[in-house]
Nanobody, 120 residues
Framework: QVQLVESGGGLVQPGGSLRLSCAAS????????WAWYRQAPGKSRELVAR???????KYADSVKGRFTISRDNAKNTVYLQMISLKPEDTALYYC??????????????WGQGAQLTVSS
């Protein structure tokens, strides 16, 4: 049974940093590309970072240079390190395995997400 469990969210001041984790079970983790998505209130879900099976990464322009995606195949876990956070980064963050391209397609049922709030 597939399960995605995001953790590490919280309230951070502008300019702060945070690391999100996503533990994936039942997913053939090491054979899949993985990505982080986010959804702000009133907006559609967007893909912000993607990592391939080979470790290549790609980022949305809005987070490039501030967010870093990584993976640990031994732990079936994908991470999102975020620095220089801005109020516009406030959203519910999810992980999933994208189907193709840098678009918000996804392979598995969504987890509960991790809430990031950037506010002073």
């Amino acid at each position: 049974q597939v399960q995605l469990v995001e953790s590490g969210g919280g309230l951070v001041q502008p300019g702060g940093s945070l690391r999100l984790s996503c533990a994936a079970s039942g997913t053939y983790f090491s054979t899949r590309d993985w990505a982080w998505y986010r959804q702000a209130p009133g907006k559609s879900r967007e893909l912000v970072a993607r990592i391939t099976t080979a470790g290549s990464t790609k980022y949305a322009d809005s987070v490039k240079g501030r967010f870093t995606i990584s993976r640990d195949n031994a732990k079936n876990t994908v991470y999102l390190q975020m620095i220089s956070l801005k109020p516009e980064d406030t959203a519910l963050y999810y992980c999933n395995s994208p189907l193709g391209g840098f678009v918000a397609t996804y392979r598995y049922p969504w987890g509960q997400g991790a809430q990031l709030t950037v506010s002073s």
